[in-house]
């Protein structure tokens, strides 16, 4: 049986961990998906939409885990990955 992953109190204590633990020890099915974003954005640009669309984006957004502007360049990115 594999050992549950402790609470860390601060990034300090998790970065401790990690670097220290064996992880192949511990139960990672409770793991979250992140992607990390390396990128710069150098770019900004203003968009007008409805109200409704704009709520449900800001909904689904929370409802992942990512914030609005987020979810909506990575739709972007997913449209223009699909050509």
């Known amino acids: ?6 609470i ?4 300090e204590e998790a970065e401790a ?3 220290h633990e064996d992880l192949s020890n511990y139960d ?3 793991g979250q998906f992140v992607q990390f974003e390396f990128k710069p954005k150098g770019k900004s640009i203003s968009i007008r939409l409805s109200e409704e669309l704009l ?3 800001q909904k689904q957004a929370t409802r992942d885990g990512v914030p609005y502007q ?10 223009v990955a699909q050509k």
Do not use: C, T, Y
């Open 1 to 6: 049986m594999k050992k549950k992953i402790p």
């Open 8 to 11: 860390f109190k601060s990034d």
């Open 17 to 19: 961990f990690v670097a």
């Open 28 to 30: 990672l099915s409770g």
């Open 55 to 57: 709520l449900a984006v």
């Open 70 to 79: 987020r979810f909506i360049r990575q739709a972007i990115e997913r449209a």
